[in-house]
Antibody
Framework: EVHLVESGGGLVQPGRSLRLSCTTS????????MSWVRQAPGKGLEWVGL??????????EYAASVKGRFTVSRDDSTATAYLQMHSLETEDTAVYYC???????????????WGPGTLVTVSS | EIVMTQSPATLSVSPGESATLSCRAS??????LAWYQQKPGQAPRLLIY???TRATGIPARFSGSGSGTEFTLIISSLQSEDFAVYYC?????????FGGGTKVEIK
C-alpha cells in the first residue's frame, strides 16, 4: 500500500527558512515524480513544485509564486522527497501536501497519492 | 497560466439525487484534466484523470466527460460520503493549475 507522510512543518518567522520532508513507502520511489501542493487556510489547492524521476531527467518545475525561493529535491536511496523553503512570507502559510505525480508521457503530471499534509505557519 | 473556473461554487443536493459539476479552462487542455475529492480535514483524493478515466477504487457513480475547455463531473445517486469539495486540475501546460472548487452539500 502506498504511503506518504510529511514532516517538518511548524511556526516560522517571515524571512526565515524551513525544510519539509516526505517519507514514502509501498512503491518504487525512483520510478515516480514527486510534487508538492499547498492549501492556505480555508482556500483551494495550489501546485508548488515537482521533481521528475531519473527516467525523465531529474529536473524540476515551480509555480511562479515560489520560484527562486523554494527548491524541491529527492533522495531515491531513502525514498524521501523534500521541499526547501527560503525567504518565507505570511502568504506561504498553508498545509503542504506531498504527492506522487503520475505521468504517461513524462511531460504531463497529475497526482494519484497524497500525504495527510503538514501545516506551515509564517508569522512573527 | 491556464485559469480553471469551476461552477457552481456550492451545490445543494439531496441524498440519492445526482450532481453535475462544471470546470472550464481558459484555453484548451485537450483531455488532460483530473478531478479530486476533498473531505474536511483530509487530503484530496484522485477521482478521475484523462477527463473520463476513473482512478483505482473509484465507484462507477462518478463519471467525467469533456475535452478542450469544457469538462463535467457527474455524481449519480449521491451517497452520504460524497458530500465534499471537488477540484479540477489541468495538466496540459505548466504551471499545473487547479480550479477553485465546488462544494457539494446536503440539501
Amino acid at each position: 500500500e502506498v504511503h506518504l507522510v510529511e514532516s517538518g512543518g511548524g511556526l516560522v518567522q517571515p524571512g526565515r527558512s524551513l525544510r519539509l520532508s516526505c517519507t514514502t513507502s509501498g512503491f518504487t520511489f525512483g520510478d515516480y515524480a514527486m510534487s508538492w501542493v499547498r492549501q492556505a487556510p480555508g482556500k483551494g489547492l495550489e501546485w508548488v513544485g515537482l521533481f521528475r524521476s531519473k527516467t525523465y531527467g531529474s529536473t524540476s518545475e515551480y509555480a511562479a509564486s515560489v520560484k527562486g525561493r523554494f527548491t524541491v529535491s529527492r533522495d531515491d536511496s531513502t525514498a524521501t522527497a523534500y521541499l526547501q523553503m527560503h525567504s518565507l512570507e505570511t502568504e506561504d502559510t498553508a498545509v503542504y501536501y506531498c504527492t506522487r505525480a503520475l505521468t504517461f508521457y513524462g511531460t504531463l503530471y497529475f497526482f494519484d497519492y497524497w500525504g495527510p499534509g503538514t501545516l506551515v505557519t509564517v508569522s512573527s | 497560466e491556464i485559469v480553471m473556473t469551476q461552477s457552481p461554487a456550492t451545490l445543494s443536493v439531496s441524498p440519492g439525487e445526482s450532481a453535475t459539476l462544471s470546470c472550464r479552462a481558459s484555453q484548451s487542455v485537450s483531455n488532460n484534466l483530473a478531478w479530486y475529492q476533498q473531505k474536511p480535514g483530509q487530503a484530496p483524493r484522485l477521482l478521475i484523470y484523462g477527463a473520463s478515466t476513473r482512478a483505482t477504487g473509484i465507484p462507477a457513480r462518478f463519471s467525467g466527460s469533456g475535452s478542450g475547455t469544457e469538462f463535467t463531473l457527474i455524481i449519480s445517486s449521491l451517497q452520504s460520503e460524497d458530500f465534499a469539495v471537488y477540484y479540477c486540475q489541468q495538466y496540459n501546460n505548466w504551471p499545473l493549475t487547479f480550479g477553485g472548487g465546488t462544494k457539494v452539500e446536503i440539501k
